[in-house]
C-alpha cells in the first residue's frame, strides 16, 4: 500500500494541478483501497505526508483527502485535528441563487480574472443529485471546461445532503481542509433550494445571492430570508426587460436594511463579464469589511464550531432506528414523547 501511495504521488508530481482527476474512479479505487487497508492487520495512515501535499497544493492529495473525509475513512479525523492554523486564509466566496440564474457563468468569469491576476481558487460545485451523475453536473462543467486543467485552479463537484438541497454534510471540513492548501480564493457555488443558501452564509466568509430578472416569484418566496443571508446581490441577466424594476426594488431593499454593511445590488450580464469589475471590488469591500467588524467573525466561527459539536453529539443517532424505536414503545401503549426522548440512547 505504502508503496503504491508513492507510485501515485510521484506520478502526480508531472505537474501540480496538471493531473485531471475523474472523481468517480478516483472515488472507487480509493474506496477499494481503503476496504483492503482496513483488512490488514497494521494500518498506517500518513498524515504527514498528506499535510505536505496539501499545503503545496498537490491536486491528488486534495481529491483523496476530500474523500477520505466525505466517507469517515480512516484516519480522516485525525488529519482534520492535525490541520495547520497558520496558513494565511482564502477567502471563501458562496454563489447561491436559482437553477439557470448564472452562477456557473459567474463563477467561470470570476475565474478568468483572478486567475489572471495570478489567484490560485478552488472551487466547490454543490449539487443536490449525486456527484456521480454526471448529467446534472454537465452543464457547470461545461461552463468552466476552460478550467478543469488549469494549473492553479482545483474543481471539485460534491453531493448535497438530500433532494430538498442543503450543503455536503462534510462542507465545514472540506472548506477547512482547502485551507491547508496554497489558495487565495474558495468558491462555493450551490442552488439556492430549501436549506442551503442559508447554510452558506455560515461559512462564506462573503455571500453572493444571484437573481434574475424573470424570478419575481422566486424572489418573493426568497425575500424573507435573503436580506439575511446577501452579502452581495447579483442581478444577473440584466439586459432583460424587467431587469429596472429587479435592480431598483433590491436596492431600496438593501437601504432599508443597511447597517455597518449596505449590500451591493450588481447589475450584471455574466456572460458578457459586465457588472464583473464591480463585483470584484464588492468582493474586496466586503472583505475589509469582515476584516475590521471582528464580532461578525466571531459569530461565524461559533456557528461552525456548533454545527461541529451537533454533528458529532448526534453521530450514532439514526432517523430510521428511531422511528423503529417509537414504533416498538406505541405497540407497549401511547407514547409520552418527552419522557421517550430523555431515555432514548441509540
Ligand atoms: N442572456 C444571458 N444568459 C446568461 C447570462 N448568464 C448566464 N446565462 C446563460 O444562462 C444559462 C444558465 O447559466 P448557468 O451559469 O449554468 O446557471 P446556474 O444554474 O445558476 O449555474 C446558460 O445557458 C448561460 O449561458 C446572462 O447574463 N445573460
Ligand atoms: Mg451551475
Redesign the pocket.
Known amino acids: 500500500m505504502r508503496n503504491k501511495l508513492k507510485n501515485r504521488s510521484s506520478g502526480a508530481q508531472k505537474g501540480r494541478f496538471s493531473y485531471l482527476l475523474n472523481e468517480r474512479e478516483e472515488y472507487f479505487t480509493f474506496v477499494r483501497d481503503e476496504y483492503k487497508r482496513k483488512k490488514s492487520s497494521f494500518i498506517v495512515v500518513d498524515n504527514g505526508k498528506i499535510l505536505k501535499g496539501l499545503r503545496d497544493g498537490d491536486t491528488r492529495t486534495i481529491a483523496r483527502a476530500i474523500t477520505s473525509i466525505e466517507n469517515d475513512l480512516q484516519g480522516s479525523r485525525e488529519l482534520l485535528m492535525s490541520l495547520p492554523t497558520d496558513q494565511p486564509n482564502a477567502t471563501v466566496v458562496g ?1 447561491t ?12 468569469a470570476l475565474l478568468h480574472a483572478w486567475t489572471t491576476k495570478g489567484k490560485r481558487v478552488a472551487v466547490l460545485l454543490v449539487d443536490p443529485s449525486s456527484p456521480f451523475n454526471f448529467g446534472a453536473l454537465l ?2 462543467r461545461i ?1 468552466m471546461s476552460d478550467f478543469y486543467l488549469h494549473p492553479s485552479v482545483y474543481i471539485r463537484s460534491l453531493a448535497s445532503r438530500g433532494a430538498l438541497g442543503g450543503l455536503n454534510r462534510r462542507i465545514i471540513e472540506i472548506v477547512a481542509l482547502l485551507k491547508a492548501c496554497p489558495f487565495d480564493y474558495i468558491l462555493i ?1 450551490t ?1 439556492g433550494v430549501g436549506q442551503s443558501e442559508v447554510e452558506i452564509a455560515g461559512i462564506a466568509d462573503t455571500t453572493l445571492v ?1 437573481v ?1 430578472p424573470e424570478a419575481g416569484d422566486e424572489i418573493q418566496t426568497m425575500k424573507a430570508g435573503v436580506m439575511e443571508i446577501a452579502d452581495i446581490f447579483v442581478v ?5 426587460e424587467q431587469a429596472s424594476e429587479l435592480l431598483k426594488h433590491l436596492k431600496a431593499l438593501a437601504h432599508h436594511k443597511a447597517h455597518a454593511w449596505e449590500i451591493p445590488v450588481i447589475a ?5 463579464g ?1 457588472g464583473l469589475d464591480e463585483l470584484l471590488v464588492s468582493i474586496e469591500q466586503h472583505q475589509t469589511y469582515n476584516d475590521t467588524h471582528l464580532q461578525r467573525k466571531l459569530h461565524l466561527l461559533t456557528e461552525k464550531v456548533w454545527q461541529l459539536i451537533q454533528h458529532e453529539k448526534m453521530k450514532d443517532y439514526d432517523f430510521s432506528k428511531l422511528a423503529e424505536a417509537i414504533l416498538q414503545a406505541q405497540q407497549m401503549g401511547p407514547v409520552n414523547i418527552f419522557q421517550f426522548a430523555q431515555n432514548y440512547r441509540p
Not at 97 to 108: E, M
Not at 236 to 240: H, T
Open positions: 454563489i441563487g436559482p437553477p439557470g440564474a448564472g452562477k456557473s457563468t459567474l463563477v467561470n452543464g457547470d461552463r457555488e442552488v444571484v434574475v444577473n441577466k440584466s439586459d432583460r450584471a450580464v455574466a456572460t458578457e459586465k
